[in-house]
């Protein structure tokens, strides 16, 4: 019996940041493998999957998979229709988060869509391919959904893997032939926590797997030797679970500190952490290369909180900011949603006190709002409430109305005003790039040189750092004061002649262009001083 041959692509948008690796599919990518199948694992612009055609077409492939998700929906499709008439031959086989929730509408609209796939994706695409070879039909392959005789057919689910060890590491063709600069690494699936506007707990079914701290240290220690990668990201949920002692992740620690690989790492937790650090813990996790961590803060004020349904409070929030201010060689950058359909005035105020008071008052977080997904409590309260506003066949993912009108009103005129200004490359883009992404390569580079033994550079680096974070601080004071004028605009009742005259009043385009090119500046200086030093930039940032 002839194994199919497969194409597992991830497609990107031109808004997307950058192609990343996709780890649903590096998983599936190497499971397939070690049933031996053969399988071209591709992650791409749209216009790229356009310019590789040819190379796609002379693989050959029986089946391509590609996950979806909101933000590339469009992109997504759109390629997937142009692989079905340039390689009509194969399947088209989609999976992941919006795929999931909204089986029934995509194979509804998508008629170029063959088989779509709900939740964990390695067996149950592998039972599809067996079922495919053997010319059967698809009716017991389990998180199924198919066409039959005019109708849509969703067969039950598929029980989660038990134990995530036995999975083979993630194919890492994506980061080789990407030329990433970080890779991630997937120790967990699940979450012991269950947010109402996060989708995470609910996709997994509401269970946490993790695998043998061993099993995750020997795939970080084959990705430093065969890629000569030494920055890491942890996508899991939170870092710190399971269990309340931190237990697990310690483990970790401890195996790269024994091993001596001289990474560094970035990772996610909750805000909650203070409770748990016990003395020299902290030290131990930047011994073993944490240099980044994302905070889960989402909220400084404890109505929203609630909303949300966050384990931590107000005073988690600003202890574990506190705790973490200590120590200046950990980037903290912070989770936050600063708008909701339920915000109000006094909470948005609560919000800016705490992002002002940290100096996290970036464009970013003043602008970031709920995300809506579909399957999470706090969509099914926007539903129940009556403010979305429109019930289509799928749920834009901020396609709600705010209780407050005049809230809502501040959203898009804050949003509208502040769109033109990436175009003229000094806006929320530029800047949310310095204050997250740039800071934590910072941050690697510090970690980098100092196991090394590079004090010089170190102190280099971390001269620039302060330099740039000068820079963002005065941004962030700026942005505290305009905001806070807009909300007492919306107090005294709105008036959009009067909310642009306080925008331009503190924004500056020419201000901002010139902080751009200060810090693009000096990255070009600390580019040059570490190549004369006898070292590869781009292993070090």
């Known amino acids: 019996m002839k194994k199919f041959k497969v194409l597992l692509l991830s497609v990107f948008n031109s808004n997307q940041y950058e192609v990343y690796e996709e780890m649903g599919i590096c998983f599936i990518a190497s499971y397939l493998r070690k049933k031996g199948y053969e399988v071209m694992l591709k992650a791409a612009t749209e216009d790229r999957v356009y310019h590789d055609m040819a190379v796609f077409k002379e693989f050959r492939p029986d089946i391509i998979g590609l996950p979806v998700y909101n933000i590339s929906k469009e992109s997504t499709f759109r390629a997937c229709a142009r692989l079905k008439q340039e390689i009509p031959q194969a399947f088209i086989c989609i999976g992941g988060y919006l795929p999931t ?89 699940g979450c012991v926590r269950n947010c109402s506007f996060c989708c995470t707990s609910e996709f997994w079914k509401h269970r946490w797997r993790g695998r043998d701290v061993k099993n ?94 966050k384990f931590a409070g107000q005073e988690d929030n600003i202890a574990s900011m506190e705790l973490f201010r200590k120590y200046p060689d950990i980037n903290v950058s912070m989770g936050f949603i600063n708008f909701n359909p339920y915000s109000t ?34 969509y099914e309260k926007v539903k129940r409430d009556g403010l979305l506003k429109n019930s289509g066949t799928f749920v834009d993912d901020f396609a709600y109305n705010y209780v407050n009108k005049d809230i809502g009103t501040l959203v898009e005129f804050i949003i509208d005003y502040l769109k033109p200004l990436d175009q003229k490359f000094c806006g929320p883009k530029r800047f949310y790039y310095y204050a997250l992404d740039y800071k934590n390569i910072l941050a690697h580079c510090k970690r980098y040189f100092s196991v090394r033994g590079e004090q010089e550079i170190y102190e280099k680096v971390t001269e620039h750092e302060a330099q740039v974070n000068s820079i963002l601080s005065e941004i962030s004071d700026n942005n505290a004061k305009w905001f806070g004028e807009l909300l007492t605009l919306v107090e005294k009742g709105w008036d959009v002649r009067a909310a642009l005259q306080i925008m331009d009043k503190y924004i500056k385009v020419e201000d901002l262009r010139n902080s751009a090119v200060t810090i693009d500046s000096g990255i070009s200086k600390l580019y040059s001083y570490i190549t004369k030093k006898g070292f590869r930039y781009d292993l070090t940032i």
């Open 101 to 189: 929730y909204y089986a029934k509408e995509i194979m509804e609209e998508a008629g170029f869509v063959d088989f779509l796939i709900r939740g964990e994706g390695e067996e149950a695409l592998s039972d599809l391919l067996t079922c495919l070879e053997k010319g059967e039909s698809p009716e017991s392959v389990k998180s199924l959904s198919y066409r039959k005789g005019g109708q849509i057919i969703h067969n039950e689910d598929k029980e989660l893997i038990k134990d995530l060890n036995i999975l083979p590491f993630p194919s890492r063709d994506i980061l080789v032939d990407n030329k990433l600069r970080i890779a991630q690494i997937s120790s967990s699936r």
């Open 345 to 378: 005035v006094e909470n948005l105020k609560e919000n800016l006190a705490f992002l002002s008071k940290y100096g996290f008052a970036t464009f970013y977080n003043l602008c970031n709002r709920y995300m809506m997904f579909r399957g999470t409590k706090l």
């Open 216 to 309: 995750v240290v020997d795939e970080i220690e084959e990705i430093v030797n065969k890629c000569g990668m030494h920055r890491f990201f942890f996508i899991d949920s939170s870092f710190e679970d399971p269990d309340k002692h931190c237990k697990r992740m310690c483990d970790l620690a401890e195996e790269m500190v024994k091993r001596n690989l001289k990474t560094s790492y970035h990772a996610e937790l909750r805000a909650e952490i203070h409770k748990k650090i016990q003395p020299g813990m902290i030290e131990l996790l930047i011994e073993s290369g944490l240099c980044g961590v994302l905070m889960g803060i989402e909220s400084a004020n404890e109505h929203d909180l609630k909303l949300y349904n």
